[in-house]
């Protein structure tokens, strides 16, 4: 069964303090692992997709990576508006339901300025 | 381009009524699928379609039905609601496997 842990559950930041969330996997052949944003009362916005270890990806104070057991995404200066809950899900390879995603239960981040 | 539109947004429903939660997208994706968030739970996959015609059962489908007649449109309905069925909902579609799903904004559901 595939499995998603994001750590911490929630995670306190003053502005430019520069941090990383964690996502750790079981998966039976990773087709994908998938980096969402989500805002209250919004639906998860896509940041990235990563398909192999030792990918990364970066947009803004925003960077991916990825090994063979977990992702993570460091947060470089952020900024109050960075604040939200970030989202981690895998796809697998055996997978036949669709683009099914397996989530873990994300990872609430709070920057005061 | 709207993207993924979901109606409605918020829904009281009492214990044995039926609804129908819409959805539709406007970027003629193929893939599209329901999901329910709760707290602790993360999200969970409800139902899918990987094309007009073709639906399946996802993680969690108990109580819950789906058709996709259309490529653009994919509602999910609730037979009987119960108030384990109170959630969030989210409706989601990609353009083929692999790819990223583009989320509708949701609908929270409470049944009393």
């Known amino acids: 069964e595939d499995q998603v842990t994001q750590s911490p559950e929630a995670l306190r930041l003053q502005e430019g303090e520069s941090s990383s969330l964690n996502c750790s996997y079981t998966v039976s052949g990773l087709r994908g692992l998938f980096w969402y944003r989500q805002d209250p009362g919004k639906g998860p916005e896509f940041l990235f997709t990563?398909?192999?270890a030792g990918e990364e990806k970066e947009k803004e104070r925003l960077k991916a990576t990825l090994t063979k057991k977990e992702s993570f995404l460091h947060i470089t200066a952020p900024k109050p508006e960075d604040s939200a809950t970030y989202l981690c899900?895998?796809?697998?390879?055996?997978?036949?339901?669709?683009?099914?995603?397996?989530f873990g239960g994300g990872t609430r981040l709070m920057v005061k300025p | 381009n709207a993207g993924v539109t979901q109606t409605p947004k918020f829904q009281v429903l009492k214990t044995g009524q039926s609804m129908t939660l819409q959805c539709a997208q406007d970027?003629?994706?193929?893939?599209m699928s329901w999901y329910r968030q709760d707290p602790g739970m993360g999200l969970r996959l409800i139902h899918y379609s990987v094309g007009a015609g073709i639906t399946d059962q996802g993680e969690v489908p108990n109580g819950y039905n789906v058709s996709r007649s259309t490529t653009e449109d994919f509602p999910l309905r609730l037979l009987s609601a119960a108030p384990s069925q109170t959630s969030v909902y989210f409706c989601?579609?990609?353009?083929?496997?692999?790819?990223?799903?583009?989320f509708g904004q949701g609908t929270r559901l409470t049944v009393v």
């Open positions: 899900a895998v796809q697998a390879m055996t997978n036949n339901a669709g683009n099914m995603l397996t």
């Open positions: 989601a579609s990609s353009y083929v496997t692999n790819t990223e799903a583009f």
């Open positions: 990563l398909y192999s």
């Open positions: 970027m003629n994706h193929e893939y």
